[in-house]
């Protein structure tokens, strides 16, 4: 891989989009979900990204990048499971749920692909 940088990946791209709109969306959230459904959502999108980024930095071994790779991907399983519970409660239209229940499942997918086939991923020396 050519690339440099985790940022500069087209799935930590889309995570860290998602989650900044996840942030601003569970603005309107009632203050009663405060410290529950809003603050879970919140931690799970941005772990999503955070393990990306841990994943990149181990990339040399590959059954750590996969391991971090994995805990991305279930932070990305549990904010869907999050998204469906705001979906449910009224906090979100059924268009921004299917929105970013799409980024979380292609998301997924992605992480899915690069956890197949971590030796691609090695750093070149």
Same mark, same amino acid.
């Given at each position: 891989?050519?690339?440099?940088?985790?940022?500069?990946?087209?799935?930590?791209?889309?995570?860290? &989009? =998602?989650?900044?709109?996840?942030?601003?969306?569970?603005?309107? @959230?009632?203050?009663?979900?405060? $410290?529950?459904? %809003?603050? !879970?959502?919140?931690?799970?999108?941005?772990?999503?990204?955070?393990?990306?980024?841990?994943?990149?930095?181990?990339?040399?071994?590959?059954?750590?990048?996969?391991?971090?790779?994995?805990?991305? &991907? =279930?932070?990305?399983?549990?904010?869907?499971?999050?998204?469906? @519970?705001?979906?449910?409660?009224? $906090?979100?239209? %059924?268009? !921004?749920?299917?929105?970013?229940?799409?980024?979380?499942?292609?998301?997924?997918?992605?992480?899915?692909?690069?956890?197949?086939?971590?030796?691609?991923?090695?750093?070149?020396?």
């Amino acid at each position: 891989m050519a690339m440099k940088d985790y940022r500069e990946l087209r799935v930590y791209k889309l995570a860290f &989009d =998602s989650a900044v709109q996840i942030h601003e969306l569970t603005k309107s @959230f009632p203050s009663v979900e405060r $410290y529950s459904l %809003t603050d !879970q959502i919140r931690r799970s999108s941005r772990s999503v990204c955070a393990n990306i980024a841990e994943a990149w930095r181990k990339r040399r071994y590959p059954k750590h990048f996969v391991s971090k790779l994995s805990d991305a &991907d =279930s932070e990305a399983a549990e904010t869907i499971v999050w998204l469906e @519970f705001a979906l449910r409660f009224g $906090y979100l239209t %059924t268009e !921004q749920h299917k929105e970013l229940t799409d980024h979380y499942d292609h998301i997924c997918r992605q992480l899915t692909i690069m956890m197949s086939n971590p030796e691609q991923w090695k750093p070149r020396n």
